[in-house]
C-alpha cells in the first residue's frame, strides 16, 4: 500500500520541493492550500494535474486557522505523515500583522494535532516546521546553536513558533504522538519568495546585468545567517520521520554568512566589481566600471527589525550523524542557481 502523506503550505519553496520528494519515493501527496482570488500555485504547476485525471498528487482548500476543514480534510485522506510548513513565514512582516502570526504560525500546529487526537490517529506521524528564530540573540560564549540551546525568541514570528515547538512536544509525550520538531535555519533556492534577502538580492543582480538601473535597499548588512538549500532540507524533514522514534533536530550547514557577503558572493559569481563605502545607515555599494561608478546599495531603515537578531549558526552534528547525511549543495551552488534562475525569469519578462 502506498504511504500517503499531507503537507500543509504545498504552494511554498519547501512545500513544493517536498511534495516532488515524496512523489519519487511513490507516495501519494495531498497538499494544502488557502482559497484565494489569485492562483497562487507557480510552484507547483508542474506537478499538478487536473483532479478529473489519475493523480498522486491531491489539493484541497484549507486553513490553518480553520479547525473544521483541518479535521475534514484528515478524516477524509487519514494520512500515514503530516508535515505542518504552512505559515506566515516572513519575519519583518511578523511584527507588522503579529495576531496573525500567531493565529496561524503557532496556533495552526495545535490544530492539527488536535484534530489527530480527535480522529484518534495514533499512527500517523507528524512533522512540525520549526525555525532559527527560536534562540535569538547569541548568548555570550555560544558559538552555534544546537537541540538543547536556549530559546528566547525575538519576533512575533519567534514567539509562535516556539509556541508550535512545545505544543509539538506535549503531544508527543501526553499522547504518545509519533510528533517532531525540525528546528530550520535559513533555507534558500530558486522557488524563495522574493521579500527575502536573498531573493531579493539575486533578483536585483538578474535585473542588473540585465541592463537594470535600479537600486537595491537593504537592511542590516552585518546579520549573519546560516544559508542552505532548500532540496537538502526537505530531504532531512522526510528523514526525521524515517526514524524508529520521534525527537527534535538541527537542520543547518554550520556555516554563517553575512548579508553584505551574501551579496559579495553574487558580484563573485557574476564577475562584477563592486567597493562598499561609509558605515551603519550611510554604507553604500558601488559597481566599479573602468573608471566610472554606478550607485546600487543603499540602506534603508524600514528594512530593520524592531528587535534585530545578528548572528544565527546552527549545529546540525546529531542529525547528519543519526541520517547519515552529507550536505548535496554548496553555497556557491546556491548562489549560482538561484541567479541562474533569475536571469532567465527576467529575460522572460524583456
Known amino acids: 500500500m502506498k504511504k500517503k502523506a499531507l503537507i500543509t503550505g504545498i504552494t511554498g519553496q519547501d512545500g513544493s520541493?517536498?511534495?516532488?520528494?515524496?512523489?519519487?519515493?511513490?507516495?501519494?501527496?495531498?497538499?494544502?492550500?488557502?482559497?484565494?482570488?489569485?492562483?497562487?500555485?507557480?510552484?507547483?504547476?508542474h506537478i499538478y494535474k487536473d483532479f478529473h485525471e489519475a493523480s498522486n498528487f491531491f489539493l484541497h482548500y484549507g486553513d490553518l486557522a480553520d479547525s473544521n476543514s483541518l479535521v475534514n480534510i484528515i478524516s477524509k485522506i487519514r494520512p500515514h505523515e503530516i508535515y505542518n510548513l504552512g505559515a506566515q513565514s516572513h519575519v519583518g512582516h511578523s511584527f507588522e500583522i503579529p495576531e496573525y502570526t500567531s493565529e496561524v504560525s503557532g496556533l495552526g500546529s495545535l490544530r492539527i494535532l488536535e484534530a489527530m487526537r480527535f480522529l484518534k490517529l495514533k499512527k500517523t506521524k507528524f512533522y512540525q516546521a520549526s525555525t532559527s528564530e527560536l534562540f535569538g540573540e547569541k548568548p555570550s560564549g555560544i558559538n552555534s546553536f544546537n537541540e538543547k540551546s536556549l530559546m528566547v525568541p525575538k519576533?512575533?514570528?519567534?514567539?509562535?513558533?516556539?509556541?508550535?515547538?512545545?505544543?509539538?512536544?506535549?503531544?508527543?509525550?501526553?499522547?504518545?504522538?509519533?510528533?517532531?520538531?525540525?528546528?530550520?535555519?535559513?533555507?534558500?533556492?530558486?522557488?524563495?519568495?522574493?521579500?527575502?534577502?536573498?531573493?531579493k538580492i539575486t533578483m536585483f543582480f538578474a535585473k542588473k546585468i540585465l541592463g537594470s538601473k535600479d537600486i537595491l535597499y537593504l537592511g542590516n548588512l552585518n546579520a549573519k545567517r546560516d544559508w542552505g538549500h532548500a532540496k537538502d532540507y526537505v530531504e532531512m524533514q522526510w528523514k526525521i520521520l524515517q526514524q524508529r522514534r520521534p525527537d527534535d533536530y538541527v537542520i543547518?550547514?554550520?556555516?554563517?554568512?553575512?548579508?553584505?557577503?551574501?551579496v559579495n558572493e553574487c558580484c563573485k559569481y557574476l564577475n562584477l566589481k563592486i567597493k562598499w563605502i561609509g558605515k551603519d545607515m550611510?554604507?553604500?555599494?558601488?559597481?566599479?566600471?573602468?573608471?566610472?561608478?554606478e550607485l546600487i546599495i543603499k540602506i534603508d531603515k524600514k528594512y530593520y527589525r524592531p528587535l534585530e537578531i545578528n548572528y544565527l549558526k546552527g549545529d546540525p552534528r546529531k542529525a547528519f550523524k543519526q541520517f547519515k547525511y552529507k550536505l548535496k549543495y554548496s553555497l556557491n551552488?546556491?548562489?549560482?542557481?538561484?541567479?541562474?534562475s533569475d536571469i532567465l525569469e527576467v529575460q522572460k519578462k524583456l
Open 282 to 293: 550611510n554604507e553604500r555599494a558601488y559597481l566599479i566600471k573602468g573608471k566610472k561608478k
Open 252 to 262: 543547518a550547514t554550520g556555516k554563517t554568512l553575512s548579508v553584505r557577503d551574501f
Open 17 to 45: 520541493y517536498l511534495a516532488e520528494l515524496l512523489l519519487k519515493k511513490g507516495y501519494i501527496v495531498h497538499g494544502i492550500k488557502r482559497k484565494s482570488s489569485t492562483f497562487n500555485t507557480t510552484r507547483i504547476d
Open 155 to 199: 519576533s512575533p514570528y519567534g514567539v509562535s513558533k516556539l509556541y508550535s515547538y512545545w505544543i509539538t512536544k506535549v503531544y508527543r509525550e501526553a499522547y504518545g504522538f509519533y510528533a517532531c520538531n525540525g528546528i530550520l535555519f535559513n533555507h534558500e533556492s530558486p522557488r524563495r519568495g522574493e521579500t527575502f534577502v536573498t531573493r
Open 333 to 340: 551552488d546556491l548562489v549560482k542557481e538561484m541567479i541562474d
